[in-house]
């Protein structure tokens, strides 16, 4: 990625004649998070407060057991809405761990079920307060402790998986809830930018947020073949690795892609609207053929991985995704005079 990225700055530095019509880079950063962010951050904190009802309804009389679908059915809903914005890092998801409390993965040392029994412990003496939560691991603040609460088979006290099912579920409400208010604040960084400023925390220009909300779509498309595809993949039939796959557990790992491409396709096509047609039609292209490859996907894509009747289905799709990346690459990033910067997913 490190090396895509710099052959696009090396075209922008080229010039020509796609760049002699850029767009301003402020009204475009705008437009970004007013008609694409913006919602689908309404869409993900709500999704988390009804979440966050359900379990306290759930737990009143001390065990979720019986509400067992309803709160699978909710948390579904919003990990489908948590999907749709994971990739971005501009503003003030990047603030306090945000991230990491919300979604811990990869776990590659099992830190989230350490991390669950070690607050299940705690919540056997009592509710967990939310210092004691907060101070906790950020592994069993989010999604994925959330996920084994909801579908491993029950281990311990009712009472405390409860307190602790509450807890997260009430964690997620509010840092998805400060996110939304945060951009909305008329004092954040949306209201900068409508002012023509930058932010002293999230970007120093209006130029530099374009940058980065373009950056985060690129690397958007890595997030999904770097951490959800290719571990899963191995570098061959013999080393896939089915349990790499995102939401196993819950059988996501599809559905966690095709939430997350869609989105990737609606903020794609803002950004290729303001390049020139031939260029953004064949944006349009690529995004559409990378969602068509990952609807192909089946369930239990980290088996199909292992499967060789069905391993050409995941590489597909890693190469439909990898077409679209570079044509935000090497076509809109140059057409609209915006420069790719690193992500969270590059090297050195």
């Known amino acids: ?41 309404d869409a993900l904190a709500e999704a988390a407060a009804v979440q966050r009802d359900a379990w306290r309804a759930a737990c009143a009389d001390g065990d979720y057991a019986g509400d067992l679908a309803a709160l699978r059915e909710r948390y579904q809903a919003a990990a489908d809405a948590w999907a749709a914005v994971e990739h971005v890092t ?51 603040q989010g999604f994925p402790a959330l996920e084994r609460l909801l579908y491993e088979p029950p281990d311990g006290e009712p ?36 002012a023509g400023q930058g932010d002293p925390v999230h970007f120093a220009d209006p130029g530099q947020a374009a940058a980065r909300l373009l950056t985060d779509l690129a690397g958007g498309i890595q997030r999904d073949v770097d951490m959800k595809l290719l571990p899963v993949l191995g570098a061959n039939l013999d080393t896939a690795r089915p349990k790499a796959a995102e939401g196993w557990r819950s059988n996501r790992s599809a559905r966690t892609l095709k939430a997350s491409v ?19 039609a064949s944006d349009g292209k690529a995004f559409a053929a990378a969602q068509a490859a990952v609807a192909k996907l089946p369930d239990d894509v980290g088996e199909a991985a292992a499967d060789p009747k069905r391993r050409k289905v995941v590489e597909q ?21 915006v420069p790719l910067g690193f992500n969270a997913l590059d090297g050195d």
């Not at 052959?7 to 970004?32: D, F, K, M, N, W």
């Not at 807890?167 to 945060?182: C, F, P, S, W, Y």
């Open 1 to 41: 990625m490190r090396k895509t990225l710099m052959i696009a700055c090396a075209v922008l530095a080229s010039g020509g004649a796609a760049r002699a019509a850029a767009p301003e880079p402020g009204p475009l950063a705008i437009s970004v998070i007013e008609q694409w962010l913006l919602p689908r951050n």
């Open 90 to 140: 501009t503003g003030p998801v990047s603030l306090s761990l945000r991230p990491d409390r919300i979604f811990f993965f990869p776990d590659k040392r099992n830190a989230v079920a350490k991390a669950l029994a070690e607050l299940e412990a705690k919540a056997k003496a009592g509710e967990v307060p939310d210092d004691t939560f907060r101070a906790s691991s950020v592994a069993g």
């Open 159 to 194: 009472a405390a998986r409860c307190r602790v099912g509450v807890a997260i579920a009430g964690n997620l409400a509010t840092l998805t809830g400060q996110i939304r208010d945060e951009w909305r604040s008329d004092v954040g960084p949306l209201a900068k930018l409508k």
């Open 262 to 280: 869609a989105s990737l396709t609606a903020m794609a096509a803002i950004f290729a609207k303001a390049a020139p047609a031939e260029i953004a």
């Open 317 to 337: 799709a890693v190469a439909a995704l990898k077409v679209a990346q570079a044509n935000i690459v090497k076509d809109v990033a140059p057409a609209i005079g």
